[in-house]
């Protein structure tokens, strides 16, 4: 069975200094990983995947994720945070297990950027 | 520049009311999706379908019951609401596996309907 592990329910962290948002998964089989955001009363949205080839992923808003597989870990980073990046963070993997694109959630990580 | 819209946004329900949540999607995906997401749970897969007139049962899906009459339509009906269904529920939509990237494809969502029952 595939699982979701954000290591962190929330961080907080100061304007314009880097974070760090840790997610581990298992799964007995081959997984794509995805970052998605949801900023206060929004849906979520994509910050980035990775499917195959380069471990570090570029996303929208300067994320980035490097996918460890020795580790099963996808971690998230941004090297100088803004205050509009204050939103929750889900990590999620994706199989095509039972005919359909699978999509498992972390419970979120709740980032909250200061001044 | 529509995607993915759900209606209502906002809904407060007694308990044993019915209610159907209605998702339109205008990208022509195959894919369609309903989840529920509380606090420190992430979100939970609660019916999807594959297709047209198809529908499955995911993580779930108690107290729930779903239908795909048109591709771009997927409604989400409570029979008889219940308080533990006070939640944020998302519909989303993606392109089948069968497409290029497979299960890699992202899956786009939905702003969200609050649906709190009292």
């Known amino acids: 069975a595939q699982s979701v592990t954000q290591l962190d329910s929330q961080v907080p962290v100061f304007e314009e200094a880097p974070v760090e948002l840790r997610c581990n998964y298992s799964?007995?089989?081959?997984?794509?990983l995805f970052w998605y955001v949801q900023y206060p009363n929004q849906g979520l949205q994509l910050l980035l995947k990775y499917l195959s080839g380069s471990t570090l992923v570029k996303g929208i808003n300067g994320f980035e994720a490097e996918f460890n597989k020795s580790q099963t870990s996808f971690h998230l980073r941004k090297p100088s945070v803004h205050i509009s990046d204050t939103a929750e963070y889900f990590c999620?993997?994706?199989?095509?297990?039972?005919?359909?694109?699978?999509?498992?959630f972390g419970a979120g990580t709740r980032l909250a950027v200061h001044p | 520049n529509a995607g993915v819209t759900q209606t209502p946004k906002f809904r407060v329900l007694k308990t044993g009311q019915s209610m159907t949540l209605l998702c339109a999607q205008d990208?022509?995906?195959?894919?369609m999706y309903w989840y529920r997401q509380d606090p420190g749970m992430g979100l939970r897969l609660i019916h999807y379908s594959v297709g047209e007139g198809t529908t499955a049962k995911g993580e779930v899906p108690d107290g729930y019951n779903v239908s795909r009459l048109k591709k771009q339509n997927f409604l989400l009906g409570l029979e008889s609401a219940a308080p533990s269904q006070t939640s944020v529920y998302f519909c989303?939509?993606?392109?089948?596996?069968?497409?290029?990237?497979?299960?890699?494809?992202?899956?786009?969502f939905g702003e969200g309907s609050w649906l709190t029952v009292v």
């Open positions: 989303a939509s993606s392109p089948s596996t069968r497409d290029r990237m497979g299960s890699g494809n992202t899956i786009y």
């Open positions: 990208m022509n995906h195959e894919y």
């Open positions: 999620a993997v994706s199989s095509s297990w039972g005919g359909y694109n699978k999509l498992i």
């Open positions: 799964s007995s089989v081959s997984v794509y």
